[in-house]
């Protein structure tokens, strides 16, 4: 008994040391803060090291521990700028290129994208500090109900998500074809509160647990688990058992430039290298031939370069997916009213079957947004983006191709980065023909230099794949193009800028028409919104006060 008392003695005397490293000081919160961000950062670095994710908000989570608000601001916003500092360095070689910019001036602009990046961490953890001061809502709830709601709704540029990064981790990724890559980011979001909350239990024993949210909690991790291991091996042996169709892929790997580019010595608008390779592709069995988004092909405005395609096409009894700009003149004065991004689809016989125009646009890139009423404002900004800004005009809806018995949905660049929208286009072209469907991504991501920032793109894109459960062909204009199944296992990548043409036979199947996520694509992401409005309206706004009355 003496000794059981000595040893209480001990643990007592020893709990405000315990304390004293839950509670850093000032300085050791910034380094937490920032190790935090760059935690984050090294999976959309490098997507081999998907499991830092899993851990990287903790850092962060000790930093803001019953700190201010004040403080969680300033600890989420070095977060924030660790993060995308590190992981859009990129940003620096898109001014560089796009502006021809000094390094200095392009380095000044970059972090002021940064900071303002940086904003959506900053007030995602004011939000979640502040409720959770006045809530009694479990953090395992409120952690990825904030997280998931900060990461899909706040304006960004160039849209991210946590579980993009986790487009090698197959297991972690299966369960997306039920609530799209939000339910993966509040599965990423749970985890890190599960690891600090069992971090500080560790450490101060008078911190109180609640046996059953740790239950649930872990639990949920279980099962998002353990349903993709099984996902990802049945959807091994599914494929296995599929057609599959010969796709063709152009990489011109054309350079960048804020002016016209010459045409090549031995070619012309009528016959471009994308043709010459295109020839070489059917000849090896090439049933559909991808080319990416890349330059200005004079295919919808000049009538001998569109005969001279579909006459080409009709020769090599193939089938043609391509990207141009498509304008709309006065018939009088010639000037252009209207110009879309377009993708045309020319089949085996050369007629143009159908063509979809881009609907998510690049801001800045093809429109300026919320200046079009302002035109001494709209002047400047258009000023200051200069050559690289080349306005293109809003598709009206979206379109698919039909290729025998397979829906090819077109999506253009940008697009391939919005999972609601994609899962949209998906369930349109199905509920309109009902056969199997696969995405095509048509992109050029040239004035992002040789950085990373092309592998992250289409290891973003693998994502759509996955949430609707269809194989995935996506062309980069200099590369790496790759080609994933529906379980997100990519079964080819091309070099990275390296012109060249590549064949790859798709596994496809008439039956598979999308996931629950391709017909309910808003429902997740809207059952979030809901509930984390209900907890603010009920427990933050003075209708608590009149509750407790």
């Not at 946590?162 to 799209?180: C, N, P, Y």
Request: proline share 5%; net charge positive.
């Amino acid at each position: 008994m003496k000794a059981y008392q000595g040893l209480l003695s001990k643990q007592a005397s020893f709990l405000p040391l315990l304390k004293s490293h839950l509670s850093p000081s000032f300085w050791q919160q910034v380094l937490l803060s920032l190790l935090s961000g760059g935690l984050m950062a090294i999976p959309h670095l490098n997507p081999e090291l998907y499991y830092f994710a899993w851990v990287a908000f903790v850092p962060l989570l000790i930093a803001i521990d019953q700190s201010s608000l004040k403080k969680s601001y300033c600890f989420g916003l070095l977060f924030g700028l660790a993060f995308f500092a590190s992981g859009t360095y990129w940003i620096v070689d898109f001014i560089m290129l796009s502006k021809a910019y000094g390094r200095a001036l392009s380095m000044v602009l970059a972090l002021v994208f940064w900071l303002y990046c940086a904003q959506l961490t900053a007030f995602l953890m004011v939000v979640f500090n502040g409720i959770k001061q006045r809530a009694p809502v479990h953090e395992f709830i409120l952690f990825p109900l904030v997280v998931v709601t900060f990461f899909s709704a706040f304006p960004m540029l160039f849209s991210v998500q946590l579980g993009e990064s986790q487009s090698r981790f197959l297991s972690g990724i299966q369960a997306t074809e039920f609530v799209g890559v939000y339910g993966l980011d509040a599965m990423i979001a749970l985890s890190n509160i599960i690891l600090f909350r069992a971090l500080f239990l560790s450490l101060d024993a008078s911190r109180k647990r609640s046996n059953w949210s740790w239950l649930l909690g872990v639990l949920s991790l279980f099962l998002w688990f353990v349903y993709g291991m099984f996902s990802t091996w049945n959807w091994e042996h599914k494929v296995q058992g599929w057609e599959t169709i010969r796709i063709g892929l152009v990489q011109p790997n054309e350079p960048p430039s804020l002016e016209k580019l010459p045409i090549y010595p031995g070619y012309s608008r009528a016959y471009p290298p994308e043709m010459a390779m295109t020839e070489r592709l059917a000849s090896v069995g090439a049933q559909l031939v991808v080319w990416p988004e890349a330059r200005y092909k004079a295919y919808f405005d000049e009538p001998k370069v569109s005969a001279a395609y579909g006459d080409a096409i009709a020769a090599l009894n193939t089938n043609l997916l391509f990207q141009d700009i498509e304008r709309t003149r006065d018939p009088y004065r010639g000037t252009i009213n209207q110009q879309y991004n377009t993708a045309g689809m020319l089949n085996s016989e050369g007629l143009l079957i159908g063509s979809y125009q881009k609907m998510k646009r690049v801001a800045f890139g093809e429109y300026v947004p919320l200046v079009n009423g302002i035109p001494v404002l709209k002047a400047w900004v258009e000023g200051f983006f200069g050559k690289f800004l080349n306005e293109m005009d809003k598709g009206g809806s979206r379109q698919f191709f039909e290729l025998d018995e397979l829906n090819v949905i077109p999506l253009i660049c940008y697009e391939t980065m919005f999972s609601q929208f994609v899962a949209e286009s998906v369930g349109d072209a199905i509920s309109k023909r009902r056969v199997g469907g696969i995405l095509v991504g048509l992109s050029s991501n040239g004035w992002f230099g040789t950085t990373v920032q092309p592998y992250q793109h289409v290891s973003y894109s693998v994502l759509r794949a996955v949430e609707n459960r269809l194989p995935l062909v996506h062309a980069l204009n200099n590369g790496p193009s790759v080609v994933a199944l529906p379980n997100g296992r990519i079964i080819f990548m091309s070099d990275y800028h390296q012109a060249g043409g590549y064949l790859v036979d798709v596994p496809y199947s008439k039956e598979s028409k999308g996931s629950f996520f391709s017909r309910h694509p808003h429902l997740f992401i809207n059952t979030v919104y809901g509930l984390l409005a209900l907890i603010i309206l009920v427990f933050v706004t003075p209708v608590r006060r009149l509750l407790v009355r």
